[in-house]
């Protein structure tokens, strides 16, 4: 079965230093893989993707992901983490000929403190 | 910069009812979704609509569900007889491809039954 799973439920972070939100994934096939934020009585914004290709893609908001396949792992980062990135960040995952459908990881949230 | 729309926001409505929510997609966007996330718990796909029909559906997307584009607009997610176990939030989505193309979601539409 596939899946995707966020292994924090909750990350705290102070202003200023990097951040890490963590992925992995579990799926048969090539996997596009997402990450998207949600804030507080929002929908969910779309970050950035990872399609094939170089394995550091860069996305909105001073946001970057890694691929690792060999770790089936896709890691969300930024270097130096602001108090409005504090929020809802979901991974997910896309595979070929199932419709478009996300699978998503169960999100985490991200705490950033002055 | 275009958005996916959805109305209403929150919708109270008694067990046994039936409830239409309404998207109004990304007008160049061909693929259309609709996702829920139970309070607390993961974002889950429900169908993906393409080309006037269903291309996916999940297990959730029982025969108490029904998608429709009625007039090359809207989309629409018709709930039967509503369970106490319905309420949730339910976003919708549209992207112009799949599988590699991200989906832009709306606000969602809060659905309690009681």
């Known amino acids: 079965a596939q899946s995707v799973a966020q292994p924090e439920d909750q990350v705290n972070v102070a202003e200023g230093n990097p951040l890490t939100v963590k992925c992995t994934y579990s799926v048969s096939g090539n996997p596009y893989l997402f990450w998207y934020v949600q804030y507080p009585n929002r929908g969910l914004q779309f970050l950035l993707k990872?399609?094939?290709?170089?394995?550091l893609v860069k996305g909105s908001y001073g946001f970057e992901a890694e691929f690792n396949k060999s770790q089936t792992s896709f890691h969300l980062k930024k270097p130096s983490a602001l108090v409005s990135d504090s929020a809802l960040y979901f991974c997910?995952?896309?595979?070929?000929?199932?419709?478009?459908?996300?699978?998503f990881g169960q999100g985490t949230e991200l705490s950033v403190k002055p | 910069e275009p958005e996916v729309t959805q109305t209403p926001s929150h919708q109270v409505t008694q067990m046994g009812q039936e409830v239409i929510l309404r998207c109004v997609p990304i007008?160049?966007?061909?693929?259309f979704y609709w996702y829920r996330q139970i309070l607390g718990q993961k974002v889950e796909f429900l169908v993906s609509f393409y080309n006037n029909e269903i291309s996916e559906k999940s297990e959730i997307f029982d025969d108490q569900f029904s998608v429709e584009r009625p007039d090359g607009s809207n989309f629409t997610l018709k709930i039967r007889s509503t369970k106490l176990e319905d309420s949730a939030m339910y976003f919708c989505?549209?992207?112009?491809?799949?599988?590699?193309?991200?989906?832009?979601f709306g606000q969602g539409t809060r659905l309690t039954v009681v």
């Open positions: 997910a995952v896309s595979i070929y000929n199932q419709g478009g459908k996300l699978i």
């Open positions: 990872y399609i094939t290709g170089d394995n």
């Open positions: 989505a549209s992207s112009y491809g799949t599988p590699n193309t991200e989906a832009f």
């Open positions: 007008s160049n966007h061909l693929y």
